[in-house]
């Protein structure tokens, strides 16, 4: 029987095969003999084995089996309202039902990636709880103790002398916002903690508050780098070492980097003093097996560790002609094997 590589994706977003890291990592891991299987974290639960008398197994509600296709072979036949699989022919079950699996038993996979988008909401963090239960029983990518621990935006603060001055403010007010924002000669950039893509990032100067979009919530507060205008790096990091990087230089008119948010790619290097960056987070990130991971740089500045579903493989492969997920794959195989 072929080992299974189970995604947990966010269903309701689209793949985009021509900039999606999970397409890689399923595309590769099918080419490695895996069966190919996903489900949303949304239907992830505790339930009890009456059969095994087992209780709190952990399942997804249903996995669907899929064959993940080339890129030169993508077709108008889809799934969930995307174009970068079909149904797969592959007989997970039986005869009958080798198309979705209800009640699918995680620990039946050899390997697990956890890539579903922020928000790091309740129902995000609960399927992280699953997880966290049956992480001696399965390679999970990443561990799920580290998603439910560390913030991506947070845990930068344990890196003060790699960061820009970085503050958190509950429900900022004007007179708060005022005083930070007074400090820099930029002003400030300010972050909601649990989004991801650049979504509701803001720069304020020390005027025209009414035309910000605050919540009621917590929001990091970060003196803006002027150097963000040459660009803001991505680094991606395998097993605490550095794979590749790409520059996203925003668009004009903005100063927000993020392919969602308009951004490009621009080859790029990584310097010493990235270098020294990533050997300052590596025991971080390998201590709390946060195997894949994307930080990001700008004007020198640890800004983001990115840990939940860390993007960009596409980008430096066509920048750098290389193939990443080849390197994950194979970091994946030497920890199931």
């Given amino acids: ?8 994706l966010s269903t309701e977003n689209l793949i985009n095969p021509d900039k999606d890291t999970s397409y890689l990592f399923m595309l590769e891991a099918q080419r490695r003999g895996f069966d190919i ?6 239907g992830i639960h505790f339930t009890y084995n009456s059969k095994d008398k087992k209780i ?41 039902e080798y198309w979705f699996i209800e009640n699918f038993e995680l620990t039946k996979a050899s390997v697990i990636f956890m890539r579903s988008d922020p928000p790091v909401d309740d129902v995000y963090l609960e399927a992280c709880s699953c997880l966290e239960a049956i ?5 999970i990518v990443n561990n799920p103790t ?32 005022q005083k930070y924002a007074e400090k820099y000669p930029e002003g400030v950039v300010i972050k909601p903690l649990n989004l991801c893509g650049g979504e509701g990032i803001q720069r304020y100067r020390g005027d025209n508050f009414q035309l910000l979009e605050l919540e009621e919530n917590t929001y990091i507060v970060q003196e803006f780098i002027k150097e963000v205008d040459k660009g ?10 550095p794979l590749g ?35 300052e987070i590596r025991s971080f990130l390998t201590k709390n097996d946060i ?26 492969n066509r920048a750098n002609n290389t193939k990443l997920e080849k390197n994950v794959l194979d970091f994946v195989l030497k920890k199931i094997n």
């Avoid at 249903?62 to 022919?89: G, I, T």
């Avoid at 803001?232 to 070492?241: A, S, T, Y």
């Avoid at 668009?251 to 290097?269: A, D």
């Fill in 56 to 96: 709190n197994v952990v399942v997804a509600d249903r996995a669907h089996a899929v064959e993940v296709l080339e890129r030169v072979a993508v077709k108008d036949r889809v799934y969930v309202d995307s174009d970068w699989a079909q149904k797969s022919e592959a007989n997970m079950k039986n005869e009958d």
């Fill in 146 to 177: 580290a998603l439910i621990s560390f913030n991506e935006k947070l845990c930068t603060l344990n890196f003060p002398h790699l960061i820009p001055d970085t503050f958190l403010l509950e429900n900022p007010t004007e007179s708060d916002l």
């Fill in 232 to 241: 803001d790096k991505r680094i991606i990091i395998l097993d605490g070492e």
């Fill in 291 to 316: 195997y894949f991971a994307g930080i990001d740089i700008v004007g020198g500045k640890l800004t983001e560790i990115n840990i939940t579903s860390p993007t960009c493989v596409q980008e430096i």
């Fill in 245 to 279: 990087a790409i520059l996203r230089i925003a668009k004009e008119g903005s100063f927000i980097c993020n392919f969602h948010s308009g951004g490009t790619p621009q080859p790029t290097e990584i310097t010493k003093s990235d270098l020294y960056i990533c050997s």
């Fill in 37 to 42: 299987l996903i489900c949303d974290h949304k």
């Fill in 135 to 139: 992480k001696d029983d399965v390679l």
């Fill in 1 to 8: 029987m072929k080992p299974v590589a189970l995604f947990i």
